[in-house]
């Protein structure tokens, strides 16, 4: 397994429309999403699509931590336990509907940065995993969120070609001092 180095906005491997995978259950594939998870443990983000590692492939992987989706429904106790780490190889989103919601995000190949950014607020998606077989499941809240960001990397965008109003645009480290102090009055 490998780290690989992320590419940052800018790289020609961002703007591009990423290649279909002929094949699913290929070693490399398997090798290229392995070395994806290492890279995604390393760096501790949410999702990572093979194009940020400068493999332009309609591969992503992501999951989403139980306490994630505890907070988005206010659960006490016991967080749920999440969408476990996830690839998905050919992927396609449907909206399940017309709502959008704004919220922050952030990406490994913007670094320091994060934005509001409107997303549908439920999707279905459809993909192939890497043993072949069709994945095909209904996200809400955050999770529905991760995975329409990292297939924007599939199709060249990258979440500021997203945003509405860029006065949102700040630096994480701006925008978390002013969020504490915000919150503190």
Known sequence: MAILKIARMGHPVLKRIADPVQDPTDPEIH????DMVDTLADIGGAGLAAPQV???LRVVIFHVPGARLAAEDQVEGTPP???PLTALINPEITPLGDEMVDG???CLSVPGLAGTVPRYSRIRYRALAPN????????TGFHARVVQHECD??????YPMRMRDMTSLGFVEELRRYEDKEAGD
């Open 132 to 139: 072949g077989s069709v994945i095909e499941r209904e996200a």
């Open 31 to 34: 090798k290229l999403i392995n």
């Open 153 to 158: 990397h599939l199709d060249g965008i990258l």
């Open 54 to 56: 400068h493999v332009p």
């Open 104 to 106: 922050l995000e952030a």
């Open 81 to 83: 336990p999440g969408i």
